[in-house]
């Protein structure tokens, strides 16, 4: 069975900090993709990354996929209450894995 | 261009009774993967359909089961229901066999078994 932990499991900051997220696990993994996820909607597609070692940019979110492709983290920078949020790593082999989660509440 | 439509959206039911939870995928996605997500934690694979057969399966027991119809759309049955059955049932589709593609997701069937 593939596991993917992710830490932390809440994470509560103020507007304007900065933070990260991390995505482990023992398999390795042809990918591994972000999502996030609102109250009441279904995860939706944050980034996919391929390569080990490979960083993605978007916006004031940093993906890196690990040099063995086994772990990922999330980095926010100058969060936003918008970003709130349970945010889910995935690892893809012949199925999508998620993993345990992480919710991210930033305050004003 | 409708996205992954789920229904009903929220349903009430009772243990040892039966639910059937539909999905349409969205427009020209023919995969449909079934997931339960408990509160608060990640989704966890329960099926995914292709070509109107199960392709792969995860750790759930035969309690669940599924279909897909030619038209592409699914359903998701559970017998015998359990009070932990409750949980937001997700529906996801993509294009072709699943393998590093996204996945779209519906915004989920929330069952709560009493």
């Known amino acids: 069975t593939q596991l993917l932990e992710q830490s932390p499991q809440f994470l509560s900051i103020q507007e304007g900090e900065n933070l990260t997220v991390y995505c482990n696990s023992s398999?390795?993994?042809?990918?591994l993709q972000w999502y996030r996820q609102e109250p009441g909607e279904g995860p939706v597609l944050l980034v996919t990354?391929?390569?080990?070692?490979e960083v993605k940019k978007l916006k004031r979110l940093t993906f890196q996929f690990g040099d063995a492709r086994k772990d990922s983290s999330l980095h926010i920078t100058a969060a936003q209450p918008g970003d709130t949020g349970l945010y889910l790593c995935?690892?893809?082999?012949?199925?999508?894995?998620f993993g345990t989660g992480t919710r991210l509440q930033v305050t004003l | 261009d409708a996205g992954v439509t789920q229904s009903p959206t929220h349903l009430i039911k009772t243990r040892g009774q039966q639910v059937t939870l539909r999905c349409s995928p969205k427009?020209?996605?023919?995969?449909v993967s079934w997931y339960q997500q408990a509160l608060g934690q990640g989704p966890q694979f329960i099926f995914q359909?292709?070509?109107?057969?199960?392709?792969q399966r995860g750790n759930f027991p035969d309690r669940f089961s599924g279909h897909q119809f030619p038209n592409y759309s699914s359903e998701l049955n559970v017998n015998a229901l359990l009070l932990g059955d409750s949980a937001l049932y997700l529906c996801?589709?993509?294009?072709?066999?699943?393998?590093?593609?996204?996945?779209?997701f519906g915004e989920g069937s929330r069952l709560t078994v009493l």
């Open positions: 996801a589709s993509t294009r072709g066999r699943f393998d590093t593609g996204e996945l779209f």
């Open positions: 398999s390795v993994f042809s990918s």
């Open positions: 990354v391929v390569t080990g070692g």
């Open positions: 995935a690892g893809t082999a012949s199925k999508l894995t």
């Open positions: 427009s020209g996605h023919d995969t």
């Open positions: 359909y292709y070509e109107e057969e199960e392709r």
